[in-house]
């Protein structure tokens, strides 16, 4: 939890601070004048330190409420979680606090396996995911670490027009976010079996790499029939095992004119992630990603007049009386990278990919992978899309159906991340 003007929870079981406790039960924790309260169930002070580390004995676990989940998607909500491992509280220079949970790596991945998908999929799957997020976690942190930047947005902005991708090296008190600008992480609960920690214990220090360094192994939800090339949703650089590949057995060509882009998203191609399979999305899609069905293919429809007032709130722009929303790039995938919005009063070109979802919807449209039609009669617009997130790399879904059909975990990664070998790091 970054940047609360006030955190809360309860220590369960024994928690030794530095210079003072044991500590245990209820609490909450405020930033005062470049230090950090803590404060018991009564409202008595227990600690009032400039860093305030709460170690847990041995079976003591932390409970921390009303943590965002999904920040800014369409799932967003509150919920309280627990965590293993300890507690550590740092004030910042604006008033807030900032909670990190420092926790062994192997113990991290177990979680974020099962926050990211539903413990109960198939066992390969299970494993990909581990030797995945690992090879995602080192590569990030690494990256990090020898470069050394903290920005949370690179921008190409220009008069007119907003280039925009987020890093993730912008975390300046902590390594990783709990949430899916990084990585799914929301504590023990989502630990209902040992599958997780099974597959990680199987795959201890296994990562993908390339070229002799550890693959920056990225993954969405559902690609859509066609995973995308890395330079669309960030950087305009080549990383060989980040370009697109079909998620099916049968070779199907990358998008290239607008043309073929409105017959892919029509259609319902033979894919791995095109499955309507309940029981199995069951299996493998925690509760909340449930929630979203048509994640293959999808359509959202504006009235006249309401794309223009998401416009305003999303980008701060008055475009006016919108006249046409225009792709100007494409990847592989269909995935726009470089969109035109004009409006009676203004024209703007927008990317890249997140951006441009951002500024389409009031959460986030599932993904850019979509074709746009303007009701001329009754006014507003139609989007018919494909997939669900930036499709680059691994797909959960299409990845998850794989191991059901008895794929295994080192098949399923190859499929997604060509050229990439496996190697054990540790």
């Not at 305030?52 to 943590?67: D, Q, W, Y």
Request: hydrophobic share 35%.
């Amino acid at each position: 939890m970054d940047r609360e003007r006030e955190v809360s929870g309860c220590l369960n079981g024994v928690f030794l601070g530095d210079g003072f406790g044991p500590f245990s039960g209820p609490f909450t924790a405020r930033a005062a004048g470049g230090t950090v309260e803590l404060t018991d169930s009564d409202g008595m002070n227990a600690a009032r330190l400039p860093l305030i580390r709460l170690e847990a004995e041995t079976g003591s676990t932390f409970t921390l409420s009303s943590v965002t989940v999904g920040s800014r998607f369409h799932w967003e909500r509150k919920e309280d979680q627990t965590f293993a491992g300890d507690l550590v509280l740092r004030p910042r220079g604006d008033g807030t606090l900032t909670a990190v949970n420092e926790i062994p790596l192997e113990d991290y991945l177990a979680c974020v396996i099962a926050s990211e998908m539903n413990d109960a999929a198939p066992p390969e799957f299970l494993k990909a995911h581990a030797i995945l997020s690992r090879s995602w976690l080192l590569a990030s942190l690494d990256r990090k670490q020898s470069s050394g930047k903290t920005a949370a947005v690179r921008a190409g902005d220009t008069p007119g027009t907003f280039i925009r991708w987020y890093d993730r090296e912008d975390h300046d008190l902590f390594d990783v976010c709990a949430d899916d600008h990084c990585q799914r992480y929301q504590g023990i609960d989502r630990l209902s079996s040992q599958n997780p920690r099974r597959a990680v214990r199987d795959t201890e220090g296994l990562c993908l790499t390339f070229g002799g360094e550890i693959c920056d192994a990225r993954y969405s939800k559902a690609c859509g029939g066609l995973t995308e090339d890395f330079g669309t949703a960030w950087e305009e650089r080549d990383v060989p095992y980040l370009k697109s590949v079909p998620d099916a057995r049968t070779p199907y060509r990358p998008i290239r004119t607008e043309e073929e882009a409105a017959g892919w998203f029509l259609s319902h191609p033979d894919a791995y992630c095109n499955t309507n399979d309940e029981n199995l999305l069951r299996r493998i899609l925690p509760l909340t990603d449930r929630e979203t069905t048509d994640f293959f293919r999808w359509t959202v429809e504006y009235a006249a007049g309401e794309l223009e007032e998401i416009l305003r709130e999303k980008s701060g722009l008055d475009f006016g009386a919108l006249r046409e929303v225009i792709p100007l790039r494409r990847g592989p995938s269909g995935r726009i990278s470089k969109l035109k919005i004009a409006g009676s009063r203004k024209s703007v070109i927008v990317g890249k990919e997140l951006e441009i979802r951002r500024w389409l919807s009031r959460s986030h449209l599932l993904s850019s992978a979509f074709t746009v039609r303007k009701k001329e009669e009754a006014g507003g617009f139609v989007f018919h899309g494909a997939g669900w997130g930036h499709g680059v790399g691994l797909c959960q879904i299409g990845a998850a159906v794989m191991a059901d059909r008895g794929f295994r975990a080192a098949f399923i990664l190859k499929h997604y991340f060509r050229g990439a070998g496996i190697q054990k790091i540790y």
